[in-house]
């Protein structure tokens, strides 16, 4: 239902053909809720992540909910807040337009790596 809503997104990492990660979760204004990721082949899903990031940042995102923070999601750039800190970020989200299919997806991984990695 929340796919036929255009609320549930899913972002696929291939290679070859085949499907070796991928992210998925729910998108409610500029909020996107990840549901999980998963990994078919070694770092498959570090750049389903990476690709996530870095299209609901161009579409006009402004907050990525990973549910809980894990070792593996803080060494990937993932930060936790403060309750109040999100409860803050969260209403000004929901209440912001964001739209997923603004952009195309990134093909240029080379790219993507620069503006996830970008510091300045």
Do not use: W
């Not at 929340?2 to 085949?18: K, N």
């Not at 809720?33 to 998963?38: I, L, P, W």
């Not at 809980?68 to 309750?83: C, D, K, M, P, Q």
């Not at 970020?89 to 299919?101: C, F, P």
Request: with cysteine.
């Amino acid at each position: 239902v929340l796919f036929d809503m255009g609320h549930a997104h899913c972002f696929e990492v291939r290679r070859g053909g085949q499907l070796i990660g991928g992210v998925y979760g729910v998108a409610l204004g500029a909020a996107f809720f990840g549901e999980s990721m998963f990994s078919r082949a070694t770092d498959g899903s570090k750049m389903a992540l990476a690709y996530a990031v870095d299209h609901l940042r161009r579409c006009g995102f402004t907050l990525f909910d990973t549910q809980f923070l894990t070792a593996h999601l803080a060494s990937l750039g993932a930060v936790e807040i403060s309750r109040n800190d999100y409860r803050a970020k969260l209403a000004q989200a929901i209440e912001t337009v964001a739209d997923i299919h603004a952009l195309p997806i990134e093909t240029d991984p080379q790219a993507v790596v620069q503006r996830v990695t970008h510091t300045s």
